[in-house]
């Protein structure tokens, strides 16, 4: 493993420049997963040090050694402190109804920076039990209204376990496949219908709704397609019943050891595996 900086040499300039000009679909996080994946530059739990070699290759590119795709940047009041979260007080006013009498739902992809990411944040922090964590990586946030606006639920997709023994086996991969294809795959880190909303069926049909889109909205922000969804569900607390009913494909269970436990002391709450394939190909194009 190499968790250093690699050091640049007129070899490292001309791979990047020949990955560049081969790979014209390619923006700035894909360029720099793909270096770090070439390079093994990386975290000790095995993430890519995607934005360390992100800042490499800008200074490459203010050198006129290389020439960087154009930079994707979100829609919205520029520069803003993502990491500070604003409490907010929420319309709680119950919602009990039909599925059919909400109309159709709508999906807002929030944006960073958007004005609707603290409320995001807020919602996290407030009614889901794990609260907010600091989002690094890939990733894509979700909020979910009626047609008449009222705010149902919120969804957030980030990065894959970097390793999961029943995951691994139900794809077929082996290691340096799955560090090379991994951020092919995105995990359902958070889902939440929100507490005062009783819409029997809801959260499946949201379920249904998202895996319909989340592949485009991947490439749309980042250059890629995802090609498999997983999710962890704590089974002391939850049933997994709208995972269940989306379809999603229950593979086993974690073993309760944390990926920073490196002496096999420290235990972590046992959770259900489910996967949910995007694409019938799924194994052709996470295995090659």
Same mark, same amino acid.
């Given at each position: ?15 990047i420049n020949?990955?560049? !000009?081969?790979n ?6 894909r360029? !720099?997963?793909e270096s770090?994946?070439?390079?093994d ?6 993430? $890519? ?13 203010g050198k006129?050694?290389?020439?960087? $795709? ?8 520029k520069?803003?402190?993502? /990491? ?5 007080f929420?319309?709680? *006013?119950p919602?009990?109804?039909r ?8 999906v807002v ?5 958007s004005?609707?990411?603290n ?8 009614? /889901? ?11 894509v946030?979700?909020?979910?209204y ?10 957030? !997709? ?14 077929g ?11 092919? #795959?995105t995990?359902? #880190? ?9 819409v029997p069926?809801?959260?499946?049909h949201i379920l249904?709704l998202?895996?319909?889109?989340? !592949?485009s ?5 980042y250059? /890629? $397609?995802?090609?498999l969804?997983? #999710? ?6 939850f ?10 494909v229950?593979?086993?269970? *974690? ?11 420290l235990?972590?709450?046992?959770k ?10 799924f194994?052709?194009?996470l295995?090659?």
């Open positions: 493993m190499m968790y250093r900086r690699p050091e640049i040499t007129e070899k490292e300039v001309d791979l020949r990955l560049i !000009s081969e014209p679909t390619w923006w700035r996080t360029l !720099s997963i770090c994946r070439i390079w530059w990386r975290y000790h739990d095995g993430r $890519p040090k995607e934005t360390s070699c992100r800042d490499l290759l800008r200074k490459l590119d006129g050694l290389i020439t960087l $795709p154009e930079k994707i940047t979100d829609t919205g009041p520069p803003c402190n993502t /990491h500070q979260v604003k409490r907010m929420h319309d709680t *006013t919602v009990q109804s599925l059919k009498d909400l109309g159709p739902l709508q992809v929030i944006l960073n920076c004005p609707l990411l409320e995001f944040k807020s919602l996290l922090i407030q009614y /889901h039990y794990p609260g907010f964590d600091l989002t690094v990586g890939e990733n946030k979700y909020m979910v009626n047609l008449d606006g009222v705010l149902l639920a919120y969804l957030l !997709s980030g990065a894959s376990a970097w390793a999961c023994a029943q995951r691994d086996h139900f794809i991969w082996k290691a340096d496949i799955r560090k090379a294809n991994l951020y092919l #795959t995990n359902n #880190t958070r889902f939440l219908i929100l507490p005062w909303v009783r069926h809801l959260a499946s249904g998202i895996s319909r889109r989340i !592949s909205d991947w490439q749309e922000k250059g /890629h $397609p995802v090609y969804l997983e #999710t962890f569900v704590e089974k002391d607390r049933k997994g019943t709208c995972y269940k009913a989306a379809n999603w229950y593979t086993g269970e *974690t073993t309760g050891r944390s990926r920073y436990d490196r002496y096999g002391r235990r972590v709450p046992i259900d595996i489910y996967l949910y394939p995007l694409s019938r190909d194994r052709e194009v295995t090659q």
